[in-house]
């Protein structure tokens, strides 16, 4: 039976036990890959949960019906760094992957950045390559590395740091 890939759009609070679902099962199977832990988020409220998705700033990958990816996108508050936003949590469900949805998710969110931002950026554990080289299709760039980033049961990663100046 073929895959039937669905729509990638933003996720609404309605959502919030499907992101929840997918967002923990990120954060127990890869742990070392986001800056949140399984323990902090299991203990969020859905109402909190909720309001984050009423913010608008999650995105959902879809395969027929079900949630299979998600990507979340924010900007920079500060004068100086509106220009910049963040690309972060991103994850896919094992059966989405190597179906060209991470791309698709990706390019999704940049797209809608493009009127808002003029460069996103994102962090990526320096061992993660299936993600390094999704980030590299996307046209991000390399431009550092951050030594112990995060500290993921007792031991430190490193990340790469990553940015995309749209519009080039």
């Given at each position: 039976?073929p895959?039937?890939l669905?729509?990638?759009?933003?996720?609404?609070?309605?959502?919030?036990?499907?992101?929840?679902?997918?967002?923990?099962?990120?954060?127990?199977?890869?742990?070392?890959a986001?800056?949140?832990?399984?323990?902090?988020?299991?203990?969020?409220?859905?109402?909190?949960?909720?309001?984050?998705?009423?913010?608008?700033?999650?995105?959902?990958?879809?395969?027929?019906?079900?949630?299979?990816?998600?990507a979340?996108?924010?900007?920079?508050?500060?004068?100086?760094?509106?220009?910049?936003?963040?690309?972060?949590?991103?994850?896919?469900?094992n059966?989405?992957?190597?179906?060209?949805?991470?791309?698709?998710?990706?390019?999704?969110?940049?797209?809608?950045?493009?009127?808002r931002?003029?460069?996103v950026?994102?962090?990526?554990?320096?061992?993660?390559?299936?993600?390094?080289?999704?980030?590299g299709?996307?046209?991000?760039?390399?431009?550092?590395?951050?030594?112990?980033?995060?500290?993921?049961?007792?031991?430190?990663?490193?990340?790469?740091?990553?940015?995309?100046?749209?519009?080039?």
């Open positions: 039976m895959i039937v669905g729509p990638i759009r933003k996720l609404a609070p309605a959502e919030v036990v499907s992101f929840r679902d997918i967002r923990l099962e990120a954060l127990s199977r890869h742990p070392e986001f800056c949140a832990s399984y323990k902090t988020a299991a203990a969020e409220p859905c109402a909190a949960t909720a309001q984050r998705l009423a913010a608008g700033g999650v995105w959902g990958a879809f395969m027929e019906d079900t949630l299979v990816g998600i979340q996108f924010g900007g920079r508050a500060s004068d100086h760094q509106r220009h910049r936003g963040e690309l972060s949590g991103v994850y896919l469900r059966c989405a992957r190597g179906t060209g949805l991470a791309d698709r998710l990706v390019e999704t969110v940049l797209d809608f950045a493009k009127d931002v003029e460069c950026e994102l962090k990526v554990d320096t061992t993660n390559e299936p993600a390094i080289r999704l980030y299709r996307c046209g991000f760039q390399t431009y550092g590395t951050e030594p112990r980033a995060f500290k993921v049961e007792g031991g430190y990663r490193d990340a790469f740091l990553m940015a995309k100046f749209l519009g080039e």
